[in-house]
């Protein structure tokens, strides 16, 4: 199983996709690094929409990450209320 | 009541959207097809279904439109902001602008080449699908480079070196390797153009350009370059998942494109790493404070992440571009060589150089343990007491350059095991030499000669009496790089004694 990763900005907008994230994936792994932020985990990582939207108070539409994310390792599968990310070996 | 518990707001599932918004082609009847896209067969590539096309992100212009403006608006308030406060001023060391200079010149322009490249494959894929693709991503490359401009002009209020980058990029002889890269891919059909760029370069190296450049520019204290690097960089994303993609379209259409993928891939990991190679000297040398190496970038982003993309291309028959062993075994000398070919050649650069000094030379021995104190450190200290003494070392003599990369010859046979011994292929075709400076420069050449023998190689050029004239004086004239301005060393420079001044050191 190879990781997948996304390096977000690190600024307010984020937080709470990181968040949710965390949430949703227990074996998610959480790096700081110079002005951003790499979330990455074996094989694949989701981020549910409704988990953002409850952080935020408000619903969030996936395309948002389109607004901070840096970079990326894996393929992308999105819909209206998810994005996920994964390899397929 | 928490927002789960809330029904969402019903709306046209995320498929059928991207459905109803991208499929906006029809079927010539006045024309015949084949007329209307001339270009999309005669690389080789068999294309059965178009439909078969999907864009993950399933972008559709009306949300294009709607976060890039808000891109945009966020990216602008911090430019202003920049230069409101005098953000020039509170960078590390105005060494660190040089790096800006060798963006502007060397990376900026091919964010244009790039944006005429995908609007050309946007108008020559059949398949409306990539059509829509190709067409954001042309937008988003423009965007790339007038963010660019805007955000780096600030710095040429105050700095030499920024003034004539579009007429620097067309002549000057280091900036022939990022644009003859492109011009190559440009030059090539819709397919190789989407292998070349959309998938070797953006998926397989951007992030060894982008985000060295990003985290450098945060670790000096350059808020506006980190801000348009990221505005840029959150489009990347996009166009990485546009070119993995745009191969596993290719290579499940038809088993023939398989080997065709292949030999781009092979061709374009190394050409796109040529010409990172001014990346790595940007990481280990220009940056006051460097984050991270070459090697250890090296490591991570393609190491570590272009093994996993390439298992799962596996399954295709894809394997690992053939360059990748030769590359990780250089991964300890490259900065380094380069670097030093500038220190020599820094009368003809406009942007300056200087030696590393103790701590940052500590720095690199501690980041290349293996190769620093037994190969470079000594020629540096050569350097440097050549200095003191007044007698600074410049060549005198133009390189010989690799007829693919254009790099001169300055690449020794580490593969070999001999890093001290300069690396020199050559072949023959219609009974004319031609040089190298790998084997996959050369093989790269043979498997298309009548393309390579037309590069413009800026020695050559010169000697051929096409640059102004044969002297320093005559070719720096028609570079328009001013002497003792905008090229030689950082000390002693004007952008040095401005700096001084604002530091309140003079």
């Known amino acids: 199983m190879s990781k997948v990763f996304l390096a977000l900005q690190a600024i307010e907008e984020s937080r709470a996709i990181i968040e949710a994230i965390i949430k949703d994936n227990p074996d998610v792994e959480v790096e700081n690094q110079t002005a951003m932020t790499k979330v990455s985990a074996e094989g694949k990582l989701v981020i549910n929409a409704p988990t953002v939207s409850d952080l935020i108070g408000r619903e969030w539409d996936p395309q948002e990450l389109q607004l901070v994310l840096i970079t990326l390792a894996g393929n992308v599968d999105e819909d209206y209320d998810h994005f996920t990310i994964y390899w397929d070996n | ?286 940056l006051p404070e460097s984050p991270q190496s070459w090697k250890e970038a090296w490591e991570l982003y393609f190491e570590e992440n272009t093994i996993a993309l390439f298992k799962d291309l596996e399954r295709y028959g894809i394997t690992v571009p053939d360059c990748a062993a030769t590359v990780s075994a250089e991964k300890d000398h490259l900065s380094h060589q380069i670097w030093m070919t500038f220190y020599t050649h820094a009368a003809a650069a406009p942007f300056h150089t200087w030696l590393p000094d103790e701590k940052k030379m500590d720095w690199l021995s501690e980041k290349y343990p293996d190769t620093f104190d037994k190969y470079y450190r000594p020629v540096y200290e050569h350097w440097g007491k050549l200095e003191k003494e007044g007698k600074r070392y410049y060549s005198e003599m133009l390189p010989q350059l690799c007829q693919t990369c254009q790099i001169p010859m300055l690449y020794t046979e580490v593969e070999a095991g001999k890093p001290t011994q300069i690396a020199h292929r050559q072949t023959k075709f219609n009974s004319e030499r031609f040089h190298f400076c790998s084997d996959h420069c050369k093989d790269i050449f043979e498997n298309e000669p009548e393309k390579y023998v037309q590069s413009w190689l800026p020695v050559h050029q010169i000697f051929q009496g096409n640059c102004g004239g044969s002297t320093l004086p005559e070719v720096l004239k028609w570079y328009k790089v001013e002497f003792g301005q905008d090229n030689l060393d950082y000390v002693g420079s004007p952008d040095q004694k401005m700096w001084k001044e604002w530091k309140g050191e003079e």
């Not at chain 2, 096309?53 to 902001?81: C, V």
Request: glycine content about 6%; aromatic content about 16%.
């Open chain 2, 1 to 286: 009541m928490t927002m789960n518990t809330q029904k969402r707001k019903k709306r046209l599932n995320m498929k059928d959207k991207y459905k109803h918004m991208t499929r906006l082609g029809w079927d010539t009847t006045y024309q015949d097809m084949d007329d209307v896209f001339p270009k999309d067969k005669f690389e080789g590539i068999v294309i059965h279904d178009w439909e078969g096309w999907e864009d993950p992100f399933r972008m559709t212009m009306d949300s294009y439109w709607k976060y890039q403006g808000e891109k945009d608006k966020k990216l602008y308030a911090i430019i202003d902001a920049f230069a409101q406060n005098n953000g020039q001023k509170n960078i590390t060391d105005a060494r660190y602008v040089s790096a800006l200079k060798l963006f502007l010149t060397g990376v900026s322009p091919l964010e244009y080449q790039a944006h005429r490249g995908f609007a050309d494959i946007a108008r020559n894929f059949r398949g409306d699908g990539p059509r829509v693709a190709c067409q954001m991503q042309a937008i988003d490359e423009l965007r790339h480079v007038q963010t660019q401009v805007h955000t780096l002009s600030h710095y040429n209020k105050y700095f030499n070196g920024f003034s004539e980058f579009a007429h620097w990029h067309d002549r000057v002889w280091y900036l022939s390797v990022p644009k003859s890269f492109f011009d190559d891919a440009r030059t090539a059909g819709p397919f190789e153009f989407m292998i070349a760029i959309g998938f070797s370069f953006e998926y397989v190296l951007t992030n060894l350009l982008f985000v060295p450049f990003m985290s450098g520019a945060a670790f000096n204290g350059d808020m506006a370059t980190v801000t348009f690097g990221f505005s840029a960089q959150s489009d990347e994303a996009r166009h990485m998942t546009l070119g993995l993609q745009a191969i596993k379209f290719l290579l499940e259409q038809d088993p023939a494109n398989v080997p065709i993928v292949q030999g781009w891939i092979d061709k374009w990991t190394w050409r796109g790493y040529k010409v990172l190679g001014l990346v790595s000297m940007m990481m280990d040398y220009m």
